[in-house]
């Protein structure tokens, strides 16, 4: 640094061929550059240029150093960038609330642009049922966090904010061998059959809570498991049915022979959720800009970050 001003004064003058046009170009009067370029030769010990009639013109070592100086400077602007860049880096954790299988959220797409946007921050996964997850955000102990619910479920709440990324169906499974007991596909007649039930933070629960509740049914169960790849694995072993979601049950069905109840489904729908309270956090913010990378989504920039809310559930919590 003890030559930076020279060496301004050096690379100015040389590429003018005057140190009063270099002065105008570094906003400084011709005495100051004229001082700071002799400081320098002087404590160079070398001469950099001399006068000619057309104005100064580099010596055989200004000419060796220019390219050195020029270098020098433009390491040190690039410096100072990176520098000033460091004040707006986003830094910190984010706690996400994951649910079901990566592949099916787009986990992976959405951490590398995650990252790639903001490389300073740091991820942390919770992997749990999504009723599990709307209660840690809700309560502060998750940033953000995938969500299952029917379509359009419920009004803008108080609390939590939420974003649809997208719509598919669940499906009744059975184990390969009992079509004719799917032969009724009626609730009433499927509810009298042997199910495996999930806890009340599933969405496997409160999805058939919502068609069955109405007609004053309950599901017979016979096994309650709280992770999907262990219902699958029950249906498989002949022990009941179950609810799975459409690309699962096609290929269950394909690959397995599982039953897949005709005529039979309930929408569903995957959203992202946080704090409504957050949603201007540089954390967050950063999240829902990788977010809508990953699934297109309008509207979810720093102008318009939330859209919809989650209503509350007193009543039900959420699975997978």
Same mark, same amino acid.
């Given at each position: 640094m003890q030559h930076l001003q020279g060496l301004r004064a050096?690379? $100015?003058?040389?590429?003018?061929?005057? =140190?009063?046009?270099?002065? !105008?170009?570094?906003? %400084?009067?011709?005495?100051?550059?004229? %001082?700071?370029?002799?400081?320098?030769?002087?404590?160079?010990? /070398?001469? %950099?240029?001399?006068?000619?009639?057309?104005?100064l013109v @580099?010596?055989? !070592?200004?000419?060796?150093? /220019?390219?050195?100086?020029?270098? $020098?400077?433009?390491?040190?602007? $690039?410096f100072d960038q990176s520098a000033r860049a460091l004040h707006s880096t986003i830094r910190g954790r984010l706690?996400?609330?994951?649910?079901?299988d990566p592949e099916f959220i787009r986990l992976g797409a959405f951490l590398h642009r995650l990252v790639a946007r903001?490389?300073?921050?740091?991820?942390?996964?919770?992997?749990?049922?999504?009723?599990? =997850?709307?209660?840690?955000?809700?309560? &502060?102990? @998750? !940033?953000? &966090?995938?969500?299952?619910?029917?379509?359009?479920?419920?009004?803008?709440g108080p609390e939590l904010m939420h974003r649809e990324l997208t719509r598919f169906d669940y499906h009744v499974i059975a184990p390969a061998g009992w079509a004719a007991r799917l032969s009724d596909t009626r609730w009433s007649s499927l509810a009298a059959l042997p199910w495996i039930v999930t806890p009340e933070d599933s969405v496997h629960n409160r999805l058939l809570a919502s068609v069955m509740e109405p007609e004053g049914l309950v599901p017979q169960g016979v096994a309650q498991v709280d992770?999907?790849?262990?219902?699958? !694995? /029950?249906?498989?072993? &002949? =022990?009941?049915?179950?609810?799975?979601?459409?690309? %699962? $049950?096609?290929?269950?069905?394909?690959?397995?022979? /599982?039953?897949?109840?005709?005529g039979v489904r309930i929408p569903c729908a995957l959203s992202f959720i946080w704090r409504r309270d957050r949603e201007h956090e540089p954390v967050i913010a950063e999240a829902l800009e990788a977010l809508a990378g990953v699934w297109r989504l309008e509207g979810l920039g720093s102008a318009g970050l939330a859209e919809r809310g989650i209503q509350k559930h007193h009543d039900h919590k959420t699975d997978q």
């Open positions: 050096f690379v $100015a003058v040389a590429r003018e061929g005057s =140190v009063s046009r270099a002065a !105008d170009r570094l906003h %400084l009067t011709q005495p100051a550059v004229s %001082l700071k370029l002799k400081q320098l030769q002087d404590d160079l010990g /070398l001469k %950099l240029f001399r006068r000619k009639p057309q104005g @580099l010596t055989a !070592d200004g000419q060796s150093l /220019l390219p050195v100086a020029e270098k $020098a400077l433009a390491g040190l602007a $690039a706690k996400i609330g994951t649910i079901v903001a490389p300073q921050l740091e991820t942390e996964l919770h992997q749990g049922m999504s009723g599990r =997850v709307l209660e840690q955000v809700r309560n &502060g102990s @998750l !940033d953000v &966090g995938y969500f299952l619910a029917p379509p359009g479920a419920g009004p803008a992770q999907e790849a262990c219902m699958l !694995d /029950l249906v498989r072993a &002949g =022990v009941g049915l179950s609810l799975a979601r459409d690309a %699962l $049950a096609m290929a269950e069905r394909q690959e397995r022979g /599982l039953v897949v109840a005709e």
